[in-house]
């Protein structure tokens, strides 16, 4: 009894939880493919400083941004093989992979990136489980509504007819070949070399970033009009998850929550937003509007997307109208079903 007195005042003269102190050391690797100046990482740092922090140092991060442990592609799996510890993976980079969480691309679909990312995030909870089974999915979340930037103005849909485009997922991409454009493949990092080099002509792209990844030097008009979304997962290797203790493996779940999702994506929404401002006030740059005739034809051109959206739901095993009614509900929830 003496001695574990004694062990116990140690412990507590370090400043260490007895909960923790008996637990294994952690550094987690923390990947991101977007670069280190992007307002995400940031948050992600942040979010796990908060996580050393309340486990008293024992689990500690580093944050590796601008693809330095793998290709955007290939975050999923980067994260089911340990290769990083924690992933921010994009589902919409990979086709067919991910039907159910690619509800959340369709265009026209959610308002705002705050509390959009919170009703997603409550959504997937209920399919993430099966949908994403090799890894541990910590939270999901949006991008701010982007729209086509390019070389020349997209007014309606015959407009992309023939048009090379760089579309932002796997829905874009879907719909740039039902208007009979020609998909160009790469991802953000990638963006502004197929712009420069003419393999691409225009391409779907939030308005901050436009200027973080360098596309403001070869692209000139933005339609005014939030067309689209992409949808985002935080997740962890499922090993490195089990190989906590009970104590930190709580402290991750109470990082993993909807509310983190929102506060995760809030900067990043609030940069991307203030881009537009920045691209309206630069030289040799036109941010133009639409006619309400000219949108409800994107409306109607986009109408089949969510048809096929549904058989890949349907062919995974899941009830389509039902996964996509608990979305519009927590969507209309949050106050961020698009209008």
């Known amino acids: 009894m003496h001695r574990l007195i004694i062990v116990l005042a140690m412990i507590f003269a370090s400043g260490l939880s007895p909960v923790f102190a008996q637990d294994k050391d952690f550094n987690l690797k923390f990947s991101s493919w977007v670069p280190p100046q992007h307002p995400l990482n940031p948050s992600l740092i942040a979010w796990g400083k908060d996580i050393e922090k309340e486990t008293n140092g024992t689990v500690k991060s580093t944050m590796f941004p601008s693809e330095q442990l793998g290709k955007a592609f290939d975050h999923y799996d980067m994260v089911r093989d340990g290769i990083a510890d924690f992933g921010y993976i994009n589902p919409g980079y990979q086709p067919g992979r991910f039907p159910v969480i690619a509800a959340g691309e369709l265009p026209f679909l959610i308002a705002n990136a705050k509390s959009g990312s919170a009703a997603l995030d409550a959504w997937y909870r209920k399919y993430w489980a099966k949908e994403m089974k090799d890894v541990h999915v910590c939270f999901a979340f949006v991008l701010d509504p982007g729209t086509f930037h390019g070389r020349k103005k997209i007014l309606v849909p015959d407009d992309l007819r023939g048009v090379k485009v760089r579309p932002a997922n796997a829905t874009m991409g879907g719909f740039m070949t039902l208007l009979g454009a020609t998909n160009v493949q790469a991802s953000a990092p990638e963006a502004r070399e197929i712009l420069e080099r003419g393999v691409a002509d225009e391409i779907t792209f939030p308005w901050g970033s436009i200027m973080l990844f360098g596309i403001d030097k070869v692209v000139k008009y933005h339609m005014d009009m939030p067309f689209w979304t992409a949808t985002f997962v935080w997740a962890m290797n499922k090993d490195k998850y089990e190989a906590m203790s009970p104590a930190q493996r709580t402290v991750i779940d109470n990082h993993c929550t909807t509310d983190w999702a929102e506060k995760i994506a809030s900067p990043w929404a609030d940069f991307e937003h203030a881009g537009h401002a920045k691209l309206e006030a630069m030289p040799g740059h036109e941010v133009y509007k639409i006619t309400p005739e000219q949108t409800d034809l994107w409306r ?40």
Not at 306 to 311: L, M, Q, V
Not at 315 to 333: M, N, Q, R, S, T
């Open 300 to 339: 109607k051109a986009a109408e089949p997307l969510k048809a096929k959206w549904a058989a890949q739901v349907k062919a995974a095993g899941y009830d389509p109208d039902a996964v996509f009614a608990d979305l519009i509900g927590e969507l209309k929830k949050r106050d961020s079903l698009a209008e």
